[in-house]
Each structure stands twice: as structure tokens, then as C-alpha cells.
């Protein structure tokens, strides 16, 4: 049974940055897809982006596509979104999800089966 945590969430202005964390226990992510989504108010949940089980293929939403990137060390069991270049339209709160996979692939559209509780990001002056 595989459990994650995010942390790393705040206020910043818009052009800050921040790094998110999402560690998980239960298990290692060794075979799993990790991915990070954000809801704000008002709006439907939207893939930011997710990567492959070893790193090898990562995909990101066009709004964030230069502005984050993700990382993942397994040795410690934990992923990262980098976040560069904030806008105020990055406001939400933002989850990490989880799918279990043999293959080198990695997709925002497949079914992400673990679900953190989520870090509110919030873009203001």
C-alpha cells in the first residue's frame, strides 16, 4: 500500500519559485508513475506533469512547459516540481498521484490510483 505526502507549498510573488516534495512510504516508488496535478477554485483538476518510473520520459502541461520541471530520486523515495517563473494563474492546490508500471512510459491521461491530500500554491503580490 503505497501512501504519498506533499510539502513544499506557500505565498510568493509572481516570477518566485518554489519546490515541491512528495515523498512516499508504504512501499517504493521503483515501479511506479508519478504525476502532479492542481485544481484552483472554480476550475477542473488539470495534469501539470508526471514522469516514468526510472526518469527516463517526463511530460508537461504547454501553461508550465519551461517554466517547472520534474525530477525524481528513488534512493530516497521522493519526487519533485520545481517551480520557475510563477504566474498568479499557478494558484491552486497541488497533488501528487501515482500509477504502478513495468514500462519506461509515463501519461497524464492514464488512471492515477494514489492520491496525496495535497500543498497549496498561492502566485500574489
Known amino acids: 500500500q503505497l501512501q504519498l505526502v506533499e510539502s513544499g507549498g506557500g505565498l510568493v510573488q509572481p516570477g518566485g519559485s518554489l519546490r515541491l516534495s512528495c515523498v512516499a512510504s508504504g512501499s517504493t516508488l521503483d515501479y511506479y508513475v508519478i504525476g502532479w496535478f492542481r485544481q484552483a477554485p472554480g476550475k477542473e483538476r488539470e495534469g501539470v506533469s508526471c514522469?516514468?518510473?526510472?526518469?527516463?520520459?517526463?511530460n508537461y502541461a504547454d501553461s508550465v512547459k519551461g517554466r517547472f520541471t520534474i525530477s525524481r530520486d528513488n534512493a530516497k523515495n521522493t519526487v519533485y516540481l520545481q517551480m520557475n517563473s510563477l504566474k498568479p494563474e499557478d494558484t491552486a492546490v497541488y497533488y501528487c498521484a501515482a500509477y504502478f508500471d513495468y514500462s519506461d512510459y509515463a501519461y497524464l491521461g492514464n488512471e492515477f490510483h494514489n492520491w496525496g491530500q495535497g500543498t497549496q500554491v498561492t502566485v500574489s503580490s
Open positions: 514522469i516514468s518510473r526510472r526518469g527516463v520520459m517526463t
